[in-house]
């Protein structure tokens, strides 16, 4: 065979075989020609950020006790934690009751120290700012049939202050009214309304 055609032929023969899925696949390779994940790529750890929530010790079922919370919240009332959005984001809660107010709300970390207005000790019964933690209500629904448009009729943020006794840990919540923080009058605050873990899921009717 002419020498030039040989080189040819295997020059071809070449082309051919770097054209082969075999040859067309590298280790650094993230998928196979038909687009299913490679092994290496399966096994590969993930780059894309989990979705992180925060550690609310709010979370869970609560049931309405009392007086101002039976009268304006009756039922259950379950928390739930919201996933933060960004590295600086804390997260926050849903706050869902029972007779349909719900609240969609953000963390606001050492909020409650910043309200030298407030009267902590008297709200929470000797408790202290550091002990409130703090939420801006992001969103709020109501349904017309809520008394007094809920928890206030414009609630602008929750605190929430734990207390613990025989029966229980109990959680107080104290709403705020308003559009700036800190408050800049005691008459911010709404009133107070206390649950106790709830015997019973939440009945939606």
């Given at each position: 065979?002419?020498?030039?055609?040989?080189?040819?032929?295997?020059?071809?023969?070449?082309?051919?075989?770097?054209?082969?899925?075999?040859?067309?696949?590298?280790?650094?390779?993230?998928?196979?020609?038909?687009?299913?994940?490679?092994?290496?790529?399966?096994?590969?750890?993930?780059?894309?950020?989990?979705?992180?929530?925060?550690?609310?010790?709010?979370?869970?079922?609560?049931?309405?006790?009392?007086?101002?919370?039976?009268?304006?919240?009756?039922?259950?009332?379950?928390?739930?934690?919201?996933?933060?959005?960004a590295s600086n984001d804390p997260g926050g809660a849903l706050f869902e009751f029972e007779n349909g107010i719900r609240y969609k709300t953000r963390l606001m970390f050492g909020a409650a120290e910043q309200?030298?207005?407030?009267?902590?000790?008297?709200?929470?019964?000797?408790?202290?700012?550091?002990?409130?933690?703090?939420?801006?209500?992001?969103?709020?629904?109501?349904?017309?049939?809520?008394?007094?448009?809920?928890?206030?009729?414009e609630a602008f943020a929750l605190g929430t202050y734990r207390t613990d006794n025989a029966a229980g840990p109990m959680l107080m919540i104290i709403a705020f009214a308003g559009d700036v923080w800190p408050?800049?009058?005691?008459?911010?605050?709404?009133?107070?309304?206390?649950?106790?873990?709830?015997?019973?899921?939440?009945?939606?009717?």
């Open positions: 065979m002419d020498r030039g055609v040989a080189l040819l032929s295997r020059l071809i023969a070449g082309g051919l075989a770097g054209c082969s899925p075999a040859a067309d696949r590298s280790p650094e390779s993230d998928t196979t020609l038909d687009g299913a994940p490679s092994a290496a790529a399966a096994d590969a750890p993930e780059t894309e950020a989990a979705e992180v929530l925060p550690r609310l010790w709010e979370a869970g079922a609560w049931e309405a006790v009392s007086s101002t919370a039976m009268a304006f919240t009756p039922g259950v009332l379950t928390v739930t934690p919201i996933p933060s959005l309200a030298d207005q407030i009267d902590w000790a008297g709200l929470t019964l000797g408790g202290s700012a550091r002990d409130v933690s703090m939420y801006s209500v992001e969103q709020a629904s109501v349904p017309d049939t809520a008394r007094s448009g809920g928890l206030c009729p408050p800049v009058t005691p008459d911010a605050v709404c009133g107070t309304f206390t649950y106790a873990p709830a015997s019973a899921p939440p009945s939606r009717g």
